[in-house]
């Protein structure tokens, strides 16, 4: 019989990192879905938040990895 359990085998970092993983991929999928919306206000939506379609493209186009 083994001393070692097999809690005690497993990385305990891995649950860490598996947490880190699924909020990354969670931020990315929000910053990607609010970038598409973004992209489909109207010019009264741009100007109630003081906004223009020169800064809407410049968020819009970025890639969703980048804040």
Do not use: C
Not at 38 to 67: C, M, N, Y
């Amino acid at each position: 019989m083994s001393i070692y359990s097999h809690q005690s085998m497993t990385n305990p970092h891995s649950q860490g990192f598996l947490a880190q993983l699924a909020e990354t991929l969670h931020v990315w999928r929000d910053r990607s879905r609010q970038r598409r919306e973004l992209a489909q206000w109207t010019e009264r939506d741009l100007h109630d938040v003081g906004l223009s379609w020169s800064d809407i493209a410049h968020e819009a186009e970025k890639p969703f990895w980048q804040a």
